[in-house]
Nanobody, 118 residues
Framework: QVQLVESGGGLVQPGGSLRLSCAASGTISVIYAMGWYRQVPGTQRELVATITTSTTNYADSVKGRFTISRDNAKNTVYLQMNSLKPEDTAVYYC?????????????WGRGTQVIVSS
């Protein structure tokens, strides 16, 4: 059973910073990609950033402010969020795309709340 444990959410003032972490554990043969998505109640979940072994991808709304990184030895992905804006307020979900037993799988974390408010 693969598990994702997210941490780092919270309340921050506009212009502040937060760092999210997501650690994957369990039987994983190959990790294809890890990433972060976010969702505001009543809206669709949207991509924030993803990372593979060779590429990173960001939503236009976070480019230049957020940085995604990965520690392969720890199967952990991070999201450094700087210059936060009230519109960044959302539940942030970790996403893992991986191979196990010759099958591709997708796993979601439970989410961590980020609130940007003065």
């Amino acid at each position: 059973q693969v598990q994702l444990v997210e941490s780092g959410g919270g309340l921050v003032q506009p212009g502040g910073s937060l760092r999210l972490s997501c650690a994957a554990s369990g039987t994983i043969s190959v990790i294809y990609a890890m990433g972060w998505y976010r969702q505001v109640p009543g809206t669709q979940r949207e991509l924030v950033a993803t990372i593979t072994t060779s590429t990173t991808n960001y939503a236009d709304s976070v480019k230049g402010r957020f940085t995604i990184s990965r520690d392969n030895a720890k199967n952990t992905v991070y999201l450094q969020m700087n210059s936060l804006k009230p519109e960044d307020t959302a539940v942030y979900y970790c996403n893992l795309q991986y191979l196990r037993d010759y099958n591709e799988h997708i796993k979601w974390g439970r989410g961590t709340q980020v609130i940007v408010s003065s």
